[in-house]
């Protein structure tokens, strides 16, 4: 199953704030790429349907239809400054073809 930090639950949640959608989940719709990579640019807020997988953490609910659990099965949701001053979702994916674990320090 997917998991989601709590760094990107806290901006899922002032997302929703933000842009006045709260109590609404995150939905993800991802794809596969020709390449056999996976693709997350689709996300948005949207309400809940029963049949959805829904993960809650920290308040917030992030919700994908079950066609993608194969896609999302073990990844890792979580924001971080890709670089000074820019900060962005990531996807730590084992699924996917180009994933590389990150390096312990």
Do not use: H, W
Not at 26 to 31: F, I, K, N, Q, S
């Amino acid at each position: 199953m997917l998991s989601v930090t709590k760094k990107a639950a806290a901006q899922i949640l002032q997302a929703s704030k933000d842009g006045d959608m709260q109590g609404m989940a995150l939905r993800l719709a991802p794809y596969t790429k020709k390449d056999g990579s996976i693709e997350y640019n689709k996300m948005g807020f949207d309400t809940i349907k029963d049949d959805d997988i829904k993960i809650n953490c920290d308040g917030i609910d992030v919700v994908y239809e079950k066609n993608y659990q194969n896609l999302l099965q073990d990844a890792v949701m979580d924001f971080v400054e890709i670089e000074a001053g820019k900060f962005s979702f990531i996807f730590l994916n084992p699924n996917d073809p180009n994933y590389i674990p990150p390096k312990n320090n």
